[in-house]
């Protein structure tokens, strides 16, 4: 049993490493590691942005909303449900709570949500608008039940023109390895 522990715990050592040696450098610098920001109303993104972070060794960072969302809040079938009006409105900026990551220590920026309504939701863009990220890569990554990853990224450049867009990826039921080889190649 100890043998298949060590196997295991070597094996994972090496695919950790593997992004820094494809990058020709096996002790990343911190301002290598990216900043890797999400918002998850069901858990389901914030599971994709914990394996971006432990693939890149990267920095994870959750966006809370002041007020959680209920499920309710989340009932797209209901016009007056919270998640409807606000993706009704595009002016709605869902408050934050008052914790703020150092985006300033980082230049790649992985940005994770779930799709609604084709869009990001506008929590996304109360963190963007309370953030400089200007000069910064920004990598949008997403999870959706049946939309593309493409309208929000749209979206967002559309919003924010002067920020540093890259095309993103949807990572619904996406493996470790697939997310690891994605990484690697946004990171390069």
């Known amino acids: 049993m100890n043998k298949i522990m060590l196997t295991l715990a070597a094996a994972m050592t090496m695919s950790f490493a ?3 040696q494809n990058k020709g ?7 290598n590691k990216p900043l890797v920001v999400y918002f998850s109303a069901t858990g389901t993104t914030a599971k994709a942005a914990r394996t971006i ?3 890149s060794g990267g920095t994870l960072y959750e966006i809370v909303p002041q ?20 993706m009704n409105n595009p002016q709605a900026r869902p408050v934050l709570k008052d914790t703020k990551p ?3 220590a980082h230049d790649v920026i992985f940005i994770g949500y779930p799709i609604w309504w084709d869009q990001a939701p506008r929590i996304i863009n109360t963190f963007i608008e309370s953030h400089d990220l200007k ?12 939309s593309s990853i ?11 023109p002067d920020l540093e867009w890259q095309d993103g990826r949807l990572l619904n039921g996406a493996s470790r390895n697939a997310i690891r080889n994605w990484v690697c190649d946004m990171m390069k």
């Open 150 to 160: 493409t309208g929000s990224v749209n979206a967002l450049r559309k919003a924010y």
């Open 18 to 20: 593997a992004c820094a």
């Open 53 to 55: 972070a432990e693939v």
């Open 67 to 86: 007020q959680a969302y209920t499920a309710d809040d989340l009932d797209w079938n209901d016009r007056q449900s919270r998640s409807s009006v606000e």
């Open 25 to 31: 450098d096996s002790n990343m610098q911190t301002e």
């Open 102 to 104: 150092d985006v300033a």
């Open 135 to 146: 000069g910064k890569t920004l990598v949008p990554f997403a999870t959706s039940g049946g």
